[in-house]
């Protein structure tokens, strides 16, 4: 299957008109697309099926139980397929079966282990106050987010158990935060605030043939050795803002394989 990524748009400030790419059989919006939903209305009608997996800043502001059914509701009127600890099935030009896994999963603060999760939660504190989101009400800190991401993690790390049992050929895993550390930007280095962007899912990528993130504003696209299979391939397709220089090299009308 041809796919075509989509992440980091930023349209609630940067100026984009997202375009089909021709030869994709699907799009996916692997998360902060527009914090306040309105750039969501652009790929009504697209010409492809669009599966979503939500970012951190759709929730900007917002309460998370709130929002949800919300961004559900709208994501279904739009005739978009929201997944967030969500299946779906889909099938390529040749008719297989490919399994697509999405979860925003949450940050858990545990890129660098126990030891170094303490400081990287004070380092997450300053994401958390951007964001201003609540959760039931509570300011939504880095206990909440952990609290999120590891109910996350359950989830995916229970999937990726299932057999396929020939109901699927191949698994696709969307997640906005990335899985590893190997997904760092490159411009800020390994530094606690890291752990704000990059989980430790090391262990789970193998269990996946492709991995779909976003959240870092800069592409990567490289492949993790798995024993008696080829390796998994994971890709950040990320935009990021103009007014960093983040969209350079930047190529939104590419063609993913999975």
């Not at 889909?90 to 303490?118: H, N, P, Y």
């Not at 899912?201 to 798995?226: K, S």
Request: net charge negative; with cysteine; glycine share 8%.
């Amino acid at each position: 299957m041809k796919l075509q990524l989509l992440s980091d748009l930023h349209l609630e400030s940067e100026d984009h008109d997202p375009q089909p790419a021709p030869g994709a059989e699907l799009l996916v919006l692997g998360g902060d697309i527009d914090a306040t939903w309105a750039g969501y209305e652009r790929f009504a009608n697209w010409p492809v099926p669009v599966l979503v997996v939500a970012g951190n800043h759709e929730f900007d502001g917002r309460d998370l139980v709130e929002a949800w059914p919300a961004f559900r509701d709208l994501c279904e009127r739009l005739g978009l397929t929201l997944l967030e600890c969500g299946t779906a099935l889909l099938r390529d030009a040749a008719g297989d079966a490919i399994r697509f896994l999405g979860t925003v999963r949450w940050c858990d603060f545990g890129a660098f282990g126990e030891s170094g999760r303490e400081r990287a939660e004070r380092a997450g504190g300053y994401f958390q106050h951007v964001m201003r989101a609540r959760r039931s009400g509570q300011v939504f800190d880095v206990a909440a987010v952990r609290d999120e991401a590891l109910v996350c993690r359950r989830w995916l790390e229970a999937e990726l158990a299932v057999p396929p049992r020939g109901r699927w050929s191949r698994t696709v895993v969307v997640t906005h935060f990335a899985p590893s550390l190997a997904s760092a930007d490159p411009r800020y280095g390994l530094q606690p605030g890291t752990a704000s962007f990059c989980n430790a899912d090391d262990d789970l990528i193998p269990r996946a043939d492709t991995w779909l993130h976003g959240h870092l504003h800069c592409r990567h696209d490289y492949l993790v050795e798995r024993a008696a299979k080829r390796p998994t391939r994971v890709v950040c397709q990320a935009r990021g803002l103009v007014t960093r220089g983040e969209d350079v090299g930047w190529e939104p009308l590419r063609l993913i394989d999975v």
